[in-house]
């Protein structure tokens, strides 16, 4: 029985489902502890609060996900526990959502150039908050030119396909810096391979990467996550206890129009983890700059 999921997207970021309807979901699948991390916005997180006080039993964690690069791939970290009043911090998300909206409407560009006759009006509607490259994906689906946004990603938005655009760089260092700064406890999400979302692009050297970022701070990396194999989250499990690290984890939900995407419920890190969390917390040799 899954109690606990901590990454969980909504309409704030590139979720399909509303906080309410998320928060809602996941109390009707049993969970007990659930985190919202949407893209570069906390702005879901007051809407799930009031949500979760509907469920007793409930916990919410207010979290967030940064996307960074690094080369020849990504690397993605969510903040859990994140302190989403901060004015500082919130000036750096509404940052990071001013450059998302600027790579969209290129990659959408690039599109129309390529013969793929989707609107940046349609996409901006499609986005209730920060915009993503699931809410091209989803444009084209609309419009018949893939089956589902996962095809759009294969063949046009994935890294490295024709209508790719990078982002601002940030790298995993700094994000990791921001989160720390911000009071949250910084987690390393996806560290390798997901089929759901292939062609991602493996990232080499985990370990040296993973070993890098504690010493700036990062607590935790993804070990129960999405579709991940038994066989991967066995490796991971024993990546995280060689490092000293909480093995998070959780269903990445976005309710995306995939087939076969994991859902809520579906997998998650033991409650222990939650504890350990809870733990990381307290911890006065935590670096809270
Ligand atoms: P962006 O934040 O605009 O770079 O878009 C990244 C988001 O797109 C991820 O958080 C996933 O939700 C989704 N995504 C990434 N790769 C794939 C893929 N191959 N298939 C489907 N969705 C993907
Ligand atoms: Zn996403
Ligand atoms: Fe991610
Ligand atoms: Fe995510």
């Known amino acids: 029985m899954i109690e606990v999921d ?3 997207h909504t309409t704030c970021s590139d979720g399909r489902l509303s906080p309410t309807a998320l928060v809602d979901l996941c109390a009707s699948r049993g969970l007990k ?4 991390t949407d893209h570069d916005s906390t702005e879901g997180i007051p809407e799930a609060q009031a949500a979760a006080a509907r469920h007793p039993g409930l916990t919410l964690i207010p979290g967030i996900e940064l996307s960074t ?3 020849g791939s990504e690397i993605h970290l969510l903040g859990l526990f994140v302190d989403f009043r901060e004015p500082v911090f919130l000036a750096t998300l509404a940052e990071l959502r001013d450059g998302r909206e600027g790579r969209a409407k ?4 690039k599109l129309n150039q390529l013969g793929v006759a989707i609107s940046w009006e349609r996409v901006k509607e499609l986005a209730d908050g920060a ?3 699931p809410h091209i994906a989803q444009a084209m689906v609309e419009a018949g030119y893939v089956k589902y946004p996962r095809d759009a990603f ?3 938005i994935g890294r490295g396909g024709p209508a790719y655009v990078e982002r601002a760089k940030l790298t995993p260092k700094d994000a990791v810096a921001i989160l720390a700064a911000n009071g949250a406890l910084p987690v390393m999400a996806h560290p390798t391979y997901s089929a759901a979302k292939s062609p991602r692009g493996e990232v080499e050297e985990i370990r040296h990467i993973l070993n890098d970022l504690k010493g700036a701070g990062l607590v935790g990396v993804e070990v129960y996550y999405g579709d991940y ?6 490796r991971l499990a024993g990546l995280a206890k060689e490092l000293g690290l909480i093995p998070c984890g959780g269903s990445d939900y976005h309710a995306s129009g995939n087939p076969n995407e994991p859902e809520p419920g579906k997998v998650g890190p033991p409650m222990s983890t939650y504890q350990r969390l ?3 917390r307290e911890d006065p040799a935590r670096s809270r700059r």
């Open 33 to 36: 502890v659930i985190a919202l």
């Open 131 to 133: 915009i993503g490259r």
């Open 154 to 156: 294969d063949k046009y």
């Open 278 to 280: 809870l733990a990381a």
């Open 69 to 71: 690069d690094i080369p």
């Open 229 to 234: 194999t038994p066989s991967q989250v066995k």
């Open 6 to 8: 901590l990454h969980l």
């Open 106 to 109: 290129q990659m959408v560009e």
